[in-house]
């Protein structure tokens, strides 16, 4: 579209209003009254341009048609002037020959050419045997895409049924799998719960193992040993227990006692010493 005009040219407004004019009287009505904005005018002119020359352009083929009207009047005018002359006149002829050039005539505006030679005519045949080559072959491709088409559109149609038996069979486990979620949401918060209650238990623990003096130098295989060791060590004590047991039936005997009770104590401490090197040796062990 053209750029607006400004509201005050004064020559577009009146051929916009000489071109309003001249539509609503060809019709026998009236202009109606409107504002001539700066956009009405733009719009209105160039639809006056255009029609004006489409109005132009279309006197001038009308004319052409006039002309080439009155030329074939001419010409069949003088056609039937020479054939009245020949004693061909159509009045003259026999109804089957009229008839027959009639259908000649016809055929020959059906095949679109412009005289009635036999060679016209086979070239108008050819060009539409060509032409039925050319529609069946086109028809075939139409054909096979067309089974293409009608398989692919079975195929199509078998995976929707089968989708909407797939989304049924879902539409009716969504129940149960909601319960099974809900159940499993239940065990979650459960555990959730539990763990957090399990942790603050380790803390617990922890903290109380930490007071009582616990490392991690004290495993459950260390005192395993350890405890083996200890057996090993009431058997081996035992005996000198047994025999310290048996000397208080004595009578008492000074010095014999506190020989023996010297006896003893060296025992005594060469079994503890004995204790204390095993629990050294299973310390560093576990390290």
């Given at each position: 579209?053209?750029?607006?005009?400004?509201?005050?040219?004064?020559?577009?407004?009146?051929?916009?209003?000489?071109?309003?004019?001249?539509?609503?009287?060809?019709?026998?009505?009236?202009?109606?009254?409107?504002?001539?904005?700066?956009?009405?005018?733009?719009?209105?002119?160039?639809?006056?341009?255009?029609?004006?020359?489409?109005?132009?352009?279309?006197?001038?083929?009308?004319?052409?048609?006039?002309?080439?009207?009155?030329?074939?009047?001419?010409?069949?005018?003088?056609?039937?002037?020479?054939?009245?002359?020949?004693?061909?006149?159509?009045?003259?002829?026999?109804?089957?020959?009229?008839?027959?050039?009639?259908?000649?005539?016809?055929v020959a505006n059906l095949l679109n050419i412009r005289d009635t030679e036999l060679s016209s005519f086979l070239v108008a045949m050819g060009d539409i045997s060509l032409r039925k080559t050319g529609v069946e072959e086109k028809r075939a491709k139409v054909q096979k895409?067309?089974?293409?088409?009608?398989?692919?559109?079975?195929?199509?149609?078998?995976?929707?049924?089968?989708?909407?038996?797939?989304?049924?069979?879902?539409?009716?486990?969504?129940?149960?799998?909601?319960?099974?979620?809900?159940?499993?949401?239940?065990?979650?918060?459960?555990?959730?719960?539990?763990?957090?209650?399990?942790?603050?238990?380790?803390?617990?623990?922890?903290?109380?193992?930490?007071?009582?003096?616990?490392?991690?130098?004290?495993?459950?295989?260390?005192?395993?040993?350890?405890?083996?060791?200890?057996?090993?060590?009431?058997?081996?004590?035992?005996?000198?227990?047994?025999?310290?047991?048996?000397?208080?039936?004595?009578?008492?005997?000074?010095?014999?006692?506190?020989?023996?009770?010297?006896?003893?104590?060296?025992?005594?401490?060469?079994?503890?010493?004995?204790?204390?090197?095993?629990?050294?040796?299973?310390?560093?062990?576990?390290?």
């Amino acid at each position: 579209m053209a750029d607006l005009p400004p509201a005050s040219d004064p020559t577009r407004i009146a051929e916009v209003k000489a071109w309003l004019a001249s539509q609503f009287d060809a019709v026998g009505k009236d202009v109606p009254e409107f504002e001539y904005t700066p956009r009405a005018v733009a719009y209105l002119h160039n639809l006056a341009t255009l029609s004006q020359s489409k109005t132009h352009a279309s006197s001038i083929v009308a004319n052409d048609f006039r002309i080439k009207a009155s030329e074939y009047r001419s010409q069949a005018a003088r056609i039937r002037e020479i054939l009245e002359n020949a004693g061909l006149a159509q009045e003259s002829l026999q109804a089957n020959v009229v008839s027959s050039a009639q259908v000649l005539a016809n055929v020959a505006n059906l095949l679109n050419i412009r005289d009635t030679e036999l060679s016209s005519f086979l070239v108008a045949m050819g060009d539409i045997s060509l032409r039925k080559t050319g529609v069946e072959e086109k028809r075939a491709k139409v054909q096979k895409e067309f089974k293409v088409l009608l398989d692919f559109t079975r195929k199509a149609i078998a995976r929707l049924t089968y989708l909407k038996r797939t989304l049924a069979q879902l539409e009716d486990d969504v129940a149960p799998c909601e319960a099974q979620m809900e159940n499993w949401n239940t065990n979650l918060r459960v555990i959730a719960s539990k763990e957090q209650q399990y942790l603050q238990q380790h803390a617990n623990y922890k903290a109380m193992l930490n007071r009582r003096g616990y490392t991690p130098d004290i495993s459950h295989g260390v005192l395993v040993q350890m405890a083996e060791h200890r057996k090993e060590l009431e058997k081996t004590t035992k005996p000198i227990m047994d025999t310290l047991r048996s000397y208080q039936d004595l009578p008492p005997d000074k010095a014999l006692a506190a020989l023996a009770i010297e006896d003893k104590k060296r025992q005594y401490a060469a079994a503890e010493k004995y204790l204390e090197d095993v629990l050294q040796s299973a310390l560093a062990t576990s390290e």
